[in-house]
């Protein structure tokens, strides 16, 4: 029988049994029934095995367990499901990896670009690339445009909208979108150097896939998706689009998820894999040390599981985001290497010299 | 300027100052920038604003924000970052309440039917509804249509596939649906007592729409669905189908969001008003004291979110499930009152002398 694994960081709570807690996931995640009232044929077919545990210490264990291919069919749905379904709900299983390459090559396509095609499509060989984020929301269309056209004039490489700009009265989406693509343009006739504009598309599901289209239409270089709100599945469907954009993938709504050191799923797991498997082409994430919350190790894991070879899809570049400033940018850049993208807000923002001078500084510090 | 509230749960940790970490909140879920970088028409019309602020304890706030309605124009998506987008990777910060009376009318809909309507299509007037899952996964359309059968023969009223049940090969979405559409007629036609069948359709937001037809054609009397899983705003959708069925929603990966009581959604809000605002008509959540972790007080409050007429929604029926067992039936009964479907998996399927007989049993209860 085809199986998966997946391994988890367990921690026992004060009267619970590690053996019965493992037991409770196998049943919990499949058949959702003791196995005193199962027939034999499903308990062999269906359930969860245990294939390897780990006591860590007095509390915590890291196990395996494996899950027949066949309870997931063609569905990434059931698969979120199995994943972290009812166990979302229990309190000490904290999701830390899945063998991928057991998984059928059919469910799951990954990013359709990835970090190598990237770089042949922007011409940038082997540094780090430079990002930010077109903000503020109230800002209207004509004003995000020309936003965009100073950061790309001054030699920024990727210019995304900013995850809280959807389609608001401020800054109707089309129109937002068209002034972008202009100031890209007039950017690389002036200077000679091509930004890539990325359009935030965050919608209801149906929605979604029609602003993907018009982005694509309108002449955008990429989207950008909070998979959390317009749900994990939608980033996979527009991975999967005849007219591929690359996609960059937004942590918004997700920190319920990773923010937890003994539930939810690992950072790296959630951001660096599956976000992977699921087809982004770049992960932003909360760089520790900013606004948010995640470790330097925990940051790094992250840029491990987009990059690494073990996972049966192209790489995805890392995007820590959140509080990087300026002057830091020669210490990231050393600790986290060229294989990154470096998204700065507020820094390139206080700039006293404006956006263009921001972002060739910042350019500047990549090059 | 038209605004709406939240309510926050806020916890400083060490080293925070709470009037910062409001502040916090203001820029981030809206402009994302200083306030030293704004225009003065960007901070007056974008940025949300303090309404109220009470001090708990040593390092809890109960505290209000309005923001301005233009802000989330006419997007559930929108709504939901401005709710817990970035936020949600910063600790401390639990969403409590919505004014969803100062949201335009036209944003959310609400559940398609409600208590009151569902009452009167199933003619059962002022007692609780019982309620079961058809399981295990790895049994075959046929076997889940019998199942079906035998339950709405002995009596139950609400009878939906076990969530984890979709369309693997063991049983076909539509074989599934149609056999357990067959059961629930020949019961009926056999003793007279009509219940009602719940098809799941959880997968990729499109597909879920499509099942959902499906599920309406094949004489499905409502549908279940996993609004972590699929997308909340595909729920949404859903309620708004021209054909509408009752909807039944289902918790499965939403633990992260309710089960850290520092951070995330609180249950009540959650499930009891969000999901109600989103269209669900059933509201399932793991009731204490089973598998799962909420308190008495927290499955209480659920219920009174689901029921209550200070939300503009038509009400939702709670679903407690999760370990009920049919020996304390009429203590929960009691402790939750009329309006509440009582779901039981285990318990049933436990039952000697077979699923008809066991829900004879908690139907007689119910009485």
Known sequence: MSTFDISYRVTVQEGENIDEKIEGICLEQSVELPRSVLS?????????????????????????????VKNVGDDISQFLNILYGNISMQPGIRIADVEWKQLPETLFGGPSFGIEKLRELYGVKDRALSGTSLKPLGTDGHGIGELCYQFAAGGLDVIKDDHGITNQSYAPFEERVSYCVQGIREAAEETGHRAYYFAHITALASEAVERYKIAAELGADGVLICPHIAGMETMHQLARMDLPLPIIAHPAFSGGLTTNDKQGLTPDFLYGQLWRALGADFLVYPNTGGRFSFSIEECQAINEGARNERLPFKSSFPMPGGGLKRSNIPKWLETYGPDTVFLLGTSLYEHPDGPRAAAKELSGMLK
Chains 1, 2 share one sequence.
Not at 46 to 67: C, T
């Open 40 to 68: 034999e044929e499903v308990e062999t077919k269906v359930v969860g095995k245990l294939s390897s545990k780990e006591q860590l210490d007095n509390s915590q264990y890291d196990i395996s367990i494996s899950w027949p």
